[in-house]
């Protein structure tokens, strides 16, 4: 194809309409610290201010997300940061550091790990993970192929989903980890080259978090299932370019009782890329 027409495709497909979400608004975030940067997981508070940010570099900060106007993020205040933790005690060597998810249950933190495909419960941030039942399938996984998505309801069962299924037609299996057992229940239903990158539950119902890459940048799209992965519906999708690569969901509702998703981005810290807050209304 020759150039000028593929630009032509690519303007097009950037300025098609998203979904019927209301996108509120996005805030770039520069944190002031060497080595910032690489955002893959978020946890936001019940009103959507306090929140936790994981990088795939090892690391967690936590802090305040300031609204105004459209309740969009307009400042990032941050409170704390430090290096996730071995089971020993020690900092994470660099082949185990790729930290891509988060889920609140009770006190304590569960993050998912690509590379050293695992899920580790933290009683708190800063302090050193309890080691968690791993089953036989959570091995042999293409290190660039593991856990992307974890969520927990409010009964404190989790729900990991791996970024890839294997093939464009092969659903996503779930793995639900409860009573101290993780069993694979069901499966969503892959749509395309959409590739798993988030997951949150929320009154009841999972949202997904995925995104597609072509040659301008990346397509965000948001689907919510019920608890047996039925009932699917598509929430939002951005048009191509418009946002980031966004990695990371939060779902909530807000003072006026508007559904809301707040979702961060993966800058890969690299220049061309950027850290972003983006926000939508789903309801």
Known sequence: MRFRTLCACALIAACAPASAAD???SHVWRPGWHGAGGFSALWLGPEG???VALSDRGSWVRGTLLREGTGAVTEVAVAGRGPLLHSSGRRLRSTETDAEAIAGAGSDWYIAFE???RVMRHPALDAAPERMPQPDAFRGVHRNAGFEALAADAEGTLYAIRERSGAEDRPFPVWRFRHGTWDRPFALRRDGRFLVAGADVFDGRLYLLERDFAVI???TRLRSFDLTGGDERLEM???????DNLEGVSIWRDEAGRLRATMISDDNLRALQRTEFVDYVLD
């Open 23 to 25: 996108y509120l608004g």
């Open 49 to 51: 201010r306090d929140f």
């Open 115 to 117: 590379g050293i495909h």
């Open 217 to 219: 940048g990346f397509r």
């Open 237 to 243: 999708q951005s048009a191509l370019g418009a946002h």
